[in-house]
């Protein structure tokens, strides 16, 4: 191999400050520099920042979006990158776009929000006046999981000329206007304003700071030369003329060309690739250009997707349509191909090289006749971009010392049709299940087909071309027989194995046909187009099935109580007060664990876990690890001082392991680079053992169950289905789901010198619980430990219980090392390593009257809880507890257990097993409204229960509320009028299908255990009159301690402003109870309250000495008062007596009713939500802004839940989907179009100043999608002549809507015999 010089200064700028970095290592990514890691792959945006080059040539200064995670720092020489913190902040200015997210309620957790404010910004630098379709574009590469996306698209929406926030759109009529807003008095005045827009900064883009004019003079210096940059193990060269690029190709043939990076990238973090020499000719301007001729358009390999689609856009509009068929192809697959930074990154050459098999711009590329111009330094040539070439057939590929210079593109012409298909888990952001491009050429003025080519992604290793079929069908005419015979030939020709990668082996070779059915009706249609009297058109019914469903910008209204006018105008209780870090979050200034300084001697740690699934551990070897470079040490469960199990949870695994994923050692080093190379260096021997329990049905199979069963029964169950008109029976599965925060569990431990004393930053919903555990590990006292969390980058339940674990952990490797530990698990670790919610299986015996009256249920419920005990026996108790939702059945028995298996162990999930036992409840239902030929919504109406009531153990309970949100959720979703209008639609498509549904809810905060819910508060006030407010609570975005300052604000009688709230620690607040089951604000509140309370207590003889005085002269030290008190809340008294079957288990009930509209793609199984109405019985909101973000947010959390996010396991256990790319969470693309949310008042004396917890109400709500999506899914089978009784399992993803969507396609595929083949991934629930 040739040598290379030594290294060059690499300048590039951040901030509009200059950095020169002398040695320049190209392994390291800009993330590095800026921290927010969540994904690390791309897929999340997390880390995006805007990079800004200029263009000597245009001399035009381009800004784009990018991932920091994918970004080499040698790729920015020369470039000025902007992060969130150059954008604004606290100190100087506040950005418009991040003060109107944070206004606008757009963020909570905030660890998405620098993201989000770069994204938008960036596309303000590039469009001052955005549309409202850029403002959605550009966000679709971002996650949140938090907020439900409404409130980010609003605060990007006012930016926009045609800004319409309002939501009633066409009506002429604001919903501000005052005759708009319905009230019935003065307390049921509702209010529609959840921010005052009046108060936003004007955008004023001249205020932008300007591109440094030293980068312009660096890039337009004729003087430029090579530049290299040499790192520990690699180097980077930059070359600056095409010659040189190509010498340097010769050098170095297996050299890849860095571009984008996102092939390559991903491919060094997550598959170990390893390239000695990187050639980067980033901004070379013979791979910059485009050439538009009167045949087509020759595009620079250099050029980004987005520049890509620019340029096609550009032919769109200039080119007559005929011409342009392949470019609009192209452009449809590039709206939603990855978000706009990846598109902004990738560049057309990488995509064209690389081939992913998964690619949706080749097929397109292919049918529409692309060629390749290659360049070596032989001189050049072209070949086609065709099914040889994306097939990696030797002779069709790029010889080793070859570039890419640019791709042609031929025009369309007028007897040929070119055509894009896909389909993905999520419209945007996601890999397509399989997609396709098509082209067929006719015979002039003739339908005989001429030449006619398929290229199919997803289905095998590379793009695979169907040319047999194709050959074969030349000269026939494109009809029935044609498709028919096309169908059967094109599935024989590509065969998807039985055990295939990625699963789905049934449904991808039906959208291989289904695909190719639309292709064939698009064509049909053109056909007639051109020539109506010599082809006839596409029956009407089939019309709908051309089109995809279109990306709209969501838009809507929430509707909460108006704050009673004669209060306190200084009382912020009631308000839609801005979470209490919204602006921090946006500046980037909110500091997360992972963004504290490097401690001195700090070291990362890295972990070894289990590759079996139930197995004796031989060995573990860890000697070739310790040997590598800044390796410190290795900790196994020898290393444990105190206990290594508590409560059933093990910390590093002894003897055995019982799960792929437990962590066995864990590995300290100086780098996180070097811990996580080091960790993959550990050899352990393994022994299988058996039994190996992976689903269920083998956990009952072997009586495998971690707790006794539960059960509650009224009535008399066996008597009553004697005398039933009719009885079901059934099962229903759901499917687990992964909390998918957006920090990963991130731990940082310091180790004191004195008395063992540990101190932990970290991100927990349950500090004490991870002292405990930590204090257990290191066999020391709890007073010795100290666990701190300012704030959490979202918790859903997922932080908890593990974070004790991890910290235990981490805390045995900081006491062994004697070394400060920064534990941060990579996102496909803590995905394999945590788990989540629990699958679960519910059987059950209906037994009704003909007229939709339920007179006896028997209901079983099993769950998946992995391998360790956890909170799996409690999630059972809610399960069964919480199983008859919102009806009554007079004879009613339900029984719940826990099972035991060799899976990670699952955890709490917001909703604690109510989301997934009630599905089970509305499936029955759903079943008996068929069966008695009645709508759901009638049944669910029959056996709603209507007046005060009992449950099945016997707790008293009114549920007005709950027939008020029923009752309005019918009516204001005009649901029986849009329930004919969706069966017309239906009668007029066959291929598409709309479907309404609204489910009823009944749920609970709180614990059956009274001591869990018990809290405390400690409250100092300070002589300056500023007030410190510490309390047991964990911040993760839901707003408490903004609640909490509410209740301090009104109970002192003092602004906000005054009220400082730090973090929760274990030494301010001791043995504080977990913030979850939404009772955060009830208890918390309650003892902040009480604090306040015997705080203003002991000044009230100062007060009433000084009426007038201010607050400040109040709380003086002369008068030898006390200023600082904790308080108290004991707890709702709940209980349940598990024995007698009785008890008052919660302290109220929240209700709530969710309306949900969607259509349905019969062919792909896609899915549209097209309108949701929640009404969500609030009582009083302390915060409406909090509380609906909080539903919107559970909603959409639960919508993913119930739609798309599907684990994927194999039958061994080993958990495939660890990162975004094969686990999709919703984007801002899956929420609905129409989104309405109202707060419905009621009472709860109970509770703070009558108010409820909403933190998980909204996430069963969610499955209103589910049962549109299977009301849809009931409508087509109908039409098919199917029954229309079918298994509902959760989640509808767009495999199982296609699949039970039976028809000819579905019937004509191979099917396999099971016993033959082990499937890739199985269902475990
Ligand atoms: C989060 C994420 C989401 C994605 N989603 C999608 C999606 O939905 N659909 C889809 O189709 N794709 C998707 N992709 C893939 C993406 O389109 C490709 O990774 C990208 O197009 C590759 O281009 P690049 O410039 O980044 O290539 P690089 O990573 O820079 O290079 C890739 C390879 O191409 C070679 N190469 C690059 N340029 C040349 C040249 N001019 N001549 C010769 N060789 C060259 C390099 O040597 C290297 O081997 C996604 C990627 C990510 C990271
Ligand atoms: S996209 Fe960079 S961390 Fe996820
Ligand atoms: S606010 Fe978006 S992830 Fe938490």
Redesign the pocket.
């Known amino acids: 191999m040739a040598s290379v010089p030594n290294s060059d200064e690499l300048i590039f700028f951040v901030n509009g400050r200059k950095v020169i970095e002398k040695n320049a290592d190209p392994e390291v990514n800009l993330l590095y520099y800026l921290r927010k890691y969540s994904c690390g792959?791309?897929?999340c945006g997390a880390c995006t920042v805007m990079v800004s080059r200029y263009n000597p040539k245009t001399k035009k200064i381009h800004h784009s979006p990018v991932t920091a995670c994918?970004v080499p720092v040698c790729s920015l020489y020369g470039a000025a990158v902007t992060t969130v913190e150059g954008v604004g902040s606290i100190g100087t200015r506040i950005h418009p776009v991040q003060e109107r997210l944070a206004k606008c309620h757009g963020t909570q957790c905030g660890f998405c929000s620098p993201g989000m404010v770069m994204s938008i910004y960036t596309l303000l630098r590039n469009h001052p006046q955005p549309t409202l379709e850029q403002i959605t574009k550009a966000l679709g590469g971002n996650l949140c999981r938090c907020t439900g996306y409404r409130p980010i698209v609003e605060s990007g929406k006012h930016f926009c000329a045609e800004s319409t926030v309002c939501g009633l759109k066409g009506s002429g009529k604001c919903c501000m206007d005052q005759e708009e807003r319905s009230f019935v008095n003065r307390q049921e005045q509702m209010c529609t304003k959840l921010y005052n827009e009046d108060e936003f900064q004007p955008l004023d883009p001249s205020q932008e700071p300007i591109f440094p004019p030293e980068l312009i003079r660096m890039a337009e210096d004729p003087n430029k030369r090579r530049l290299t940059f040499q790192g520990e193990r690699t180097t980077w060269i930059a070359p600056v003329t095409l010659s040189d690029l190509l010498e340097l190709k010769a050098n170095f043939p297996e050299a890849?060309?860095?571009?984008?990076?996102?092939?390559?990238?991903?491919s060094i973090k997550f598959r170990d690739e390893f390239h000695p020499i990187f050639i980067s000719?980033l901004g070379l301007p013979e791979?910059y250009f485009v050439d538009y001729t009167d045949d087509g358009v020759t595009i620079g390999?250099?050029c980004s997707?987005a520049q890509l689609n620019d340029a096609l856009h550009l032919t769109v509009l200039e080119q007559p349509r005929e011409k342009t068929k392949t470019y609009r192809a192209l452009l449809k697959?590039l709206r939603?191909?990855?978000?706009a930074q990846?598109r902004n990154?990738?560049?057309l050459?990488?995509?064209v090289?690389?081939r992913?098999n998964?690619?949706?711009?080749n097929p397109i590329l292919a049918a529409g006749n692309a060629t390749i111009n290659l360049i070596s330094k032989e001189g050049d040539r072209q070949i086609p971009l065709n099914g040889h070439f994306l097939e990696r057939s030797p002779e069709a590929c790029?010889k080793s010392e070859?570039?890419?210079?640019s791709v042609y593109i031929p025009h369309s012409t007028q007897w040929h049709f070119v055509s894009g298909l896909r389909l993905?888990q999520r419209q945007e952001?996601?890999?397509?299940i399989v997609n396709a491009g098509m082209s067929v050429k006719f015979e002039d003025g003739t339908d005989t087909i001429k030449d006619l080519k398929m290229f199919y992604g997803s289905v095998g290793p590379t793009v695979v071309s169907a040319s047999q079929t194709c050959k074969q069908l030349i000269g026939r005419l494109w009809d029935d027989h044609m498709l028919s015979d096309a169908c059967r030939w094109v599935l024989e020709e590509i065969h998807i194995p039985p055990a295939a990668e990625g699963g789905m082996v049934e449904y991808r070779r039906t959208l291989i046909i289904s695909l190719l059915f639309k292709f064939y009706l698009k064509v049909r249609r053109g056909l007639n187009k051109m020539d109506p009297q010599k082809f006839s058109d596409i029956p009407e019914r089939f019309m709908s099935a051309l089109e995809d469903f279109p990306i709209k910008t969501p838009q809507g209204i929430q509707m909460f109580q108006c704050v009673d006018p004669y209060q306190s105008p200084q009382d912020p209780v009631g308000h839609p007060v801005m979470h209490q870090s919204a602006i921090k979050h946006a500046t980037g200034e909110a500091v997360f664990s992972d963004d504290m300084p490097p401690i001195a001697q700090e070291l990362f740690l890295a972990v070894t876990t289990s590759t079996r699934t139930h197995a004796k551990i031989i060995s573990i070897d860890a000697s070739e690890a310790l040997a590598l470079p800044g390796v410190v040490d290795v900790i196994t469960a020898e290393d444990v001082p105190g206990d290594n199990n508590h409560r059933g949870e093990v910390f590093y695994a002894q003897n055995e392991v019982i799960c792929v994923g437990q962590i066995v050692c864990t590995v300290a080093a100086d780098t996180y680079a070097h811990a996580r190379e080091a960790a993959k260096k550990v050899k352990i021997t393994y022994e299988d053992v058996e039994p190996r329990i992976i689903t269920i049905e083998q956990a009952l199979k072997h009586n495998s169950f971690f707790s006794i069963e539960k059960k509650v029964e009224q009535g008399n169950v066996e008597e009553a289905f004697k005398y039933v008109d009719q009885i079901i029976e059934g099962e229903a599965h759901v499917e687990g789901q992964e909390h998918f925060y957006m920090e990963t569990q991130t731990i940082l431990v310091i180790p004191k010198q004195e008395d063992r004393e540990m101190v932990l930053y970290l991100g927990t919903q349950f500090p004490s619980h991870v002292q405990e555990f930590v204090a257990v590990a290191l066999n020391i006292p709890r007073s010795r430990i100290a666990c701190h969390v300012k704030r959490t980058g979202g918790g859903f339940g997922g932080k908890v219980t593990k974070p004790a674990v991890l910290a235990a952990i981490s805390a045995v490797a900081a006491n062994k090392t004697g070394c400060p530990i920064r534990f941060i698990l990579e996102r496909g670790d803590d995905m394999l390593i945590t788990a989540g919610r629990h699958p679960l299986l519910g059987k059950y015996k209906i037994g009704f009257m003909n007229n939709g009256v339920i007179k006896a249920a028997d209901v079983e419920y099993y769950i998946n809880g992995g391998c360790t005990p956890d909170e799996s026996e409690s999630v059972t108790e809610f399960i069964v507890l919480k199983s008859d939702n919102a009806y009554y059945i007079p004879n009613f028995r339900c029984r719940g257990r826990p099972c035991k298996t060799n899976l990670p162990s699952n955890t709490a999930f917001r909703g604690y097993g109510f989301p997934q036992a009630a599905v089970v409840v509305e499936a029955y239902i759903t079943a008996v409204a068929s069966h008695c030929n009645l709508s759901p919504e009638e049944v669910k109406e029959i056996n709603m229960y209507k007046t005060i009531n009992e449950t099945t153990y016997k707790q008293t309970f009114n549920p007005e509320p709950l027939r008020r949100c029923w009752k309005e959720c019918l009516e204001k979703s005009s649901f029986s009028a849009r329930k004919l209008a969706a069966e017309e639609f239906n009668k007029k498509n066959y291929w598409k299908k709309r479907g309404l549904a609204v489910v009823p809810m009944k749920f609970t905060v709180g614990f059956p255990v009274a001591y869990y819910n018990q809290a405390a508060a400690l409250v100092h006030i300070y002589l300056d009159g500023s007030v410190l407010v510490a309390h047991g609570g964990c911040e993760m975005g839901q707003g408490l301690h903004t609640k909490m300052m509410q209740v301090a604000s009104r109970e002192l009688n003092i602004p906000r402003s005054y009220i400082h709230l730090s973090e929760t620690s274990t030494v301010t607040v001791p043995n504080a109870s977990f913030t979850a089951a939404s009772m955060g604000t009830d208890i918390n509140g309650k003892a902040v309250q009480n604090a306040c309370q015997i705080l203003m207590a002991r000044l009230q003889p100062i007060i009433r000495k000084n009426p007038k005085g201010r607050w400040e002269e109040w709380v003086t030290f002369e008068e030898s008062i006390s200023l600082s008190t904790t308080g108290y809340f004991k707890g709702y008294q709940t209980y349940m007596d598990w024995e007698k079957e009785k008890g008052d288990p919660y302290p109220y009930y929240v209700y709530g009713a969710s309306c949900s509209e969607v259509e349905v793609d019969c062919l792909t199984g896609a899915h549209k939500l097209l309108r949701t109405d929640i009404f969500m019985d609030a009582a009083f909101s302390i915060n409406p802004a909090v509380d609906i973000g909080q539903i919107e947010g559970a909603f959409v959390q639960g919508m993913g839940f119930y739609t798309i996010e599907e684990l994927k396991y194999s039958p061994e256990g080993v958990l495939h989907s660890r990162s975004?790319?094969d686990y999709k969470i919703p984007t801002v693309t899956e929420i609905p179009e129409e989104f309405y949310v109202t707060l419905v008042h009621s009472r709860n004396p109970t509770a703070i100043y009558s108010s409820k917890g909403l933190g998980e109400a909204g996430m069963f709500l969610g499955s209103s999608v589910l049962f549109a999506i299977f009301d849809a899914v009931t409508a087509a089978r109908k039409e098919r002549g199917l029954t229309t009784t079918f298994t509902l399992n959760s989640p509808a993803t767009p495999e199982f809507i296609r699949m039970t969507c039976v028809d000819q396609f579905t019937d004509m595929i191979p099917r396999d015999d099971p016993s033959t083949f082990t499937p890739w991934s199985i269902h475990v629930s």
């Open positions: 792959g791309g897929g994918l890849p060309l860095i571009m984008g990076n996102t092939a390559v990238g991903p000719p791979l390999a250099g997707l697959h939603t191909l990855a978000g990846i990154m990738a560049t050459g990488g995509h090289v690389s992913p998964f690619s949706d711009l790029l070859e570039i890419v210079l993905a952001n996601a890999f397509a975004p790319d």
